[in-house]
């Protein structure tokens, strides 16, 4: 529980907006776990709404990766836009 509390301050999660008052992306646990191959537990998972475990159920999936969507859109392939796309680190665990 300190872990996640820790994680959660120092990604400032709350906090969306830079000061100029745009919304800003900011990684949260699941992404640091992803790319960092820690162990995540969660609880009542199956309280979530549909999306959520359609996003996690990609996750888990072999070979799975997570769809960023939501973080706007990065360089990719001959310079045309694409989402962020992450794929877990081989330690990760859910």
Not at 6 to 32: N, P, S, T
Not at 50 to 77: C, I, K, M, P, Y
Request: hydrophobic share 40%.
């Amino acid at each position: 529980e300190r872990r996640v509390g820790a994680l959660a301050k120092k990604q400032g999660i709350g906090k969306k907006l830079d000061d100029a008052g745009h919304f800003v992306w900011r990684d949260g646990i699941l992404v640091e776990a992803m790319q960092k191959g820690y162990w995540l537990l969660l609880e009542n998972v199956n309280l979530c709404p549909a999306s959520v475990l359609d996003r996690l159920n990609s996750v888990a999936e072999h070979d799975g990766f997570l769809l960023l969507s939501e973080a706007g859109t990065q360089d990719g392939e001959n310079n045309e836009q694409a989402h962020r796309i992450i794929r877990p680190h081989k330690n990760f665990r859910l």
